[in-house]
């Protein structure tokens, strides 16, 4: 891979893997997002699915559990007319004691073309696509449904599809994104992207435990209250407050999380009239947002899922013709 | 050569694929389906010329093409728009210059994900020749044989005017 450091990029500069959006320049996302645009249509068919994949095998790797992420793989890859395969390795032979790179191995061997990765390390996806390339198999792509704190990429891209969905233009945009940052690969997704597609303003909103530390070098500003945050803004992107991941005590209850950060109406409207509401899902209701908001119409977290399977057939359908 | 052949006038081949389909369509029954871009174009300047009722669609073959997996996805892929019932209905496919066949196979196989046409036909303004699939266009005004290295396509002008260009590939 001489690709000028970028290991996702092939010789002419195509996307052989989608691992990160960092680094990415806004050309390649904007093909993205406008490649993504004719597939959404596809679903409105009697049938659903376009030959582009067809005779393809694409595994899904989960390392991790995840539903929705899985599912709208495997539907987008279905509706590509690829075959899917789904292993669900937390349950298998990595508790045997299989390395990583074995499985890949394994797998490869059974003729793969593309593998969804998603693992609870950071630069899991990374170290495949290195190995693939170091033993002459790049012709296996590699896209990376979450890493650890890394990054999620297709969450970063489906979200800008929705903004662009419902703000046509990205360049006189305020955007928000709201809570727990620290442990947020797709809030580190959604600020590269948000940048890199020209968003003048991005702001982080959430307390000082939750932050990664030097997070303004990333080109944000840094909010500590939420209400200061969020006025004029046009996104309010919310994100999960991920419990599973939290390790002593950086919150005092989530209770106390909600008076402070949950996005109620009432701080909801201090945002532009016109701002949506986003949320990658599964939502914790109560805890990140008050239901009147997550319900109300000003959220496009449904949306958000559909578009989903349209970026991901995007992605896919590009890679697998690189 | 090529400097100096001559190319079809391209405003004079929509009126005369009109009059050739005109006693063969009913203005009632009859859907058109562009193939993107240049068959789109064609396609309404049809759809007026023979007073049809069933609004024109349009179709992207991108995500049927044979050749994708040598050229990649194309991403300026518009969606493909279908705004009848496919279901017995009867559609004329229209294209700009009909070459190997292979774009028109992959629309007809596009459309039958929408549902099972009575019956489908084709219209073209023009013929280039090099078949490489059993596709005869049911209404083609013109026919000239071209050298493969050559590219004929259909141009639209900012008056709306439309003509032929030779490129070279």
Redesign the interface.
Known sequence: MNTGGNPQLNRHGELNHLLTIEGLPREVLTRILDTAAPFSEVAEREVKKVPLLRGKSVFNLFFENSTRTRTTFEIAAKRLSADVINLNISTSSANKGETLLDTADNLAAMQADMFVVRHASSGAPYLIAQHLAATGRDHIHVVNAGDGRHAHPTQGLLDMYTIRHYKKDFSQLTVAIVGDVLHSRVARSQIHALIALGVPEVRIIAPKTLLPTGVERLGVRVFHDMREGLRGVDVVMMLRLQNERMQGALLPSTQEYFKSWGLTPEKLALAKPDAIVMHPGPMNRGVEIDSAVADGNQAVILPQVTFGIAVRMAVMAMLAGN | MPKTMRLPDAEALCVALADAMRGHVDPAATALVGIHTGGVWVAERLHAALGLKIPPGSI?V???RDD??Q???H???????IPFD?DGAHIVIVDDVLYTGRTIRAAM??L????RPAKIELAVLTDRGGRELPITPSFCPHSQSLPAAQMLALERADDGRLSFKLMEK
């Open positions: 992207n991108s995500f049927y994708y997996s050229r990649g996805l991403s300026n892929a518009k969606a493909s728009q496919v196989n596009e039958f994900d929408y549902g």
